[in-house]
């Protein structure tokens, strides 16, 4: 192996890393040649390189990998924080995946510039970048608080929101979001409970941004290897064409290259890489019954779910109390109430405690959506469970033991 062809190997199994260390490798690996090209120049013979030099090239790979590894950015967490924690899941280059695709359509540049998968939840980033504007649409923290920026910001930092200007610039171009849906492999996914997405601007002239969290496991979707993921975000489509492709009987838009663009995401086997709880102890309290239906412990954040059942005798009290149920002005029964008017403080306090009622994640607010018969709770990644972890109230800063639910037990 001779100097060019070690230089190609590493570059093979080596990904981008900061520009400064690149260098810094190269010269080193250069000065292993040198010298060992002056300890053969002696007797004359053709230049090999020893197991010494084999080893040493090896190692420097290894550090560049795994520098490049921790310089990876993924800006999608940094729109995402609220859910998935302020840093990102150490193991999210795991399923990540980056530039997925790219057009330009009416002279706007569509980019599907980060999606990830982690059992649960479709991650996906995308963008539009208008070539005909010169106005940068970010806004700056700075601009919005001041002196008094938030933890990790800086006045440059660019935040959720975006003006009417820059959503009609787009709608100008005729670019944008036409059916509400998307499909995976062919198959339409209407946007299931507790998804959603955020939208901001950039530096980038004529940039929006666009991060949506899609939960497909609540649509009883999950993905495995190469996977079809068609988005709605192209050119407009008209009335007419939208309802020729609608199908009354799935109450879905059939797939169609009309106004989406098409990318593949490699999901590889993630559902193997999620740990599940399920069924787990009754926690019965004076308002509620409640146990974990799943826990599900993903490469990207922690999922909780809670199986409630209401007292009837603490339901038929709070009936008594306040009546059948919520009604308008003219006194006229709009719903009934139901089990989380009655357990609702004790659900809203809860919070994931350890076996000794520390905080799991300080500062983080779990809480992600109740009814009348369940809750749901979302957690950063959670590198090591704990033996015992539980959701419990939290009154004056600490955790109410006594009234807590079993999520994760010694033996479990």
Same mark, same amino acid.
């Given at each position: 192996?001779?100097?060019?062809?070690?230089?190609?190997?590493?570059?093979?199994?080596?990904?981008?890393?900061?520009?400064?260390?690149?260098?810094?490798?190269?010269?080193?690996?250069?000065?292993?040649?040198?010298?060992?090209?002056?300890?053969?120049?002696?007797?004359?013979?053709?230049?090999?390189?020893?197991?010494?030099?084999?080893?040493?090239?090896?190692?420097?790979?290894?550090?560049?990998?795994?520098?490049?590894?921790?310089?990876?950015?993924?800006?999608?967490?940094?729109?995402?924080?609220?859910?998935?924690?302020?840093?990102?899941?150490?193991?999210?280059?795991?399923?990540?995946?980056?530039?997925?695709?790219?057009?330009?359509?009416?002279?706007?540049?569509?980019?599907?510039?980060?999606?990830?998968?982690?059992?649960?939840?479709?991650?996906?980033?995308?963008?539009?970048?208008?070539?005909?504007?010169?106005?940068?649409?970010?806004?700056?923290?700075?601009?919005?608080?001041?002196?008094?920026?938030?933890?990790?910001?800086?006045?440059?930092?660019?935040?959720?929101?975006?003006?009417?200007?820059?959503?009609?610039?787009?709608?100008?171009?005729?670019?944008?979001?036409?059916?509400?849906?998307?499909?995976?492999?062919?198959?339409?996914?209407?946007?299931?409970?507790?998804?959603?997405?955020?939208?901001?601007?950039?530096?980038?002239?004529?940039?929006?941004?666009?991060?949506?969290?899609?939960?497909?496991?609540?649509?009883?979707?999950?993905?495995?290897?190469?996977?079809?993921?068609?988005?709605?975000?192209?050119?407009?489509?008209?009335?007419?064409?939208?309802?020729?492709?609608?199908?009354?009987?799935?109450?879905?838009?059939?797939?169609?290259? !009309? =106004? /989406? %663009?098409? *990318?593949?995401?490699? @999901?590889?086997?993630?559902?193997?890489?999620?740990?599940?709880?399920?069924?787990?102890?009754?926690?019965?309290?004076?308002?509620?019954?409640?146990?974990?239906?799943?826990?599900?412990?993903?490469?990207?954040?922690?999922?909780?779910?809670?199986?409630?059942?209401?007292?009837?005798?603490?339901?038929?009290?709070?009936?008594?109390?306040?009546?059948?149920?919520?009604?308008?002005?003219?006194?006229?029964?709009?719903?009934?109430?139901?089990?989380?008017?009655?357990?609702?403080?004790?659900?809203?306090?809860?919070?994931?405690?350890?076996? !000794? =009622? /520390? %905080?799991? *994640?300080?500062?983080? @607010?779990?809480?992600?959506?109740?009814?009348?018969?369940?809750?749901?709770?979302?957690?950063?990644?959670?590198?090591?469970?704990?033996?015992?972890?539980?959701?419990?109230?939290?009154?004056?800063?600490?955790?109410?033991?006594?009234?807590?639910?079993?999520?994760?037990?010694?033996?479990?």
């Amino acid at each position: 192996m001779n100097e060019m062809e070690l230089k190609k190997a590493l570059t093979s199994v080596t990904p981008e890393v900061p520009e400064q260390f690149h260098l810094r490798m190269e010269q080193t690996l250069e000065s292993i040649v040198a010298q060992e090209a002056q300890m053969k120049n002696s007797t004359k013979k053709a230049i090999r390189f020893s197991a010494r030099t084999v080893v040493l090239a090896a190692a420097l790979a290894v550090m560049m990998c795994a520098v490049a590894l921790a310089a990876t950015q993924w800006h999608l967490f940094d729109s995402l924080s609220f859910m998935t924690g302020k840093e990102t899941p150490v193991n999210a280059g795991l399923v990540m995946q980056s530039d997925l695709y790219q057009d330009t359509v009416n002279n706007v540049e569509i980019r599907v510039r980060e999606a990830g998968y982690d059992g649960r939840t479709l991650l996906v980033q995308y963008s539009y970048r208008m070539l005909d504007e010169t106005e940068a649409y970010g806004i700056r923290a700075g601009d919005v608080f001041g002196d008094e920026l938030p933890e990790g910001m800086t006045a440059d930092t660019i935040v959720e929101g975006i003006s009417d200007a820059a959503l009609e610039a787009l709608d100008k171009h005729s670019v944008g979001w036409n059916y509400d849906q998307l499909w995976i492999d062919g198959k339409g996914i209407d946007m299931p409970g507790n998804s959603g997405g955020v939208y901001q601007g950039s530096t980038v002239p004529g940039e929006i941004i666009y991060t949506e969290y899609w939960r497909i496991d609540n649509a009883n979707v999950s993905m495995s290897g190469p996977t079809k993921i068609t988005l709605p975000i192209g050119g407009y489509v008209s009335a007419e064409e939208k309802k020729a492709l609608f199908d009354r009987e799935s109450g879905m838009y059939r797939l169609t290259d !009309k =106004g /989406t %663009l098409t *990318f593949v995401y490699d @999901a590889k086997d993630v559902l193997s890489q999620v740990k599940v709880i399920t069924d787990g102890e009754e926690k019965v309290l004076p308002e509620v019954t409640a146990k974990v239906k799943e826990a599900a412990f993903t490469p990207l954040m922690t999922y909780i779910t809670l199986e409630l059942k209401v007292n009837p005798d603490a339901m038929k009290a709070f009936i008594e109390e306040m009546g059948e149920g919520y009604k308008d002005d003219e006194e006229n029964l709009m719903w009934s109430y139901g089990g989380m008017d009655v357990f609702e403080a004790w659900v809203c306090s809860l919070e994931l405690v350890d076996g !000794k =009622g /520390t %905080l799991v *994640f300080p500062g983080h @607010a779990g809480q992600n959506g109740y009814g009348n018969e369940w809750a749901e709770f979302l957690y950063p990644y959670m590198e090591s469970v704990p033996d015992e972890l539980y959701l419990a109230p939290m009154e004056d800063g600490k955790a109410d033991m006594t009234k807590a639910v079993a999520v994760k037990t010694m033996n479990r």
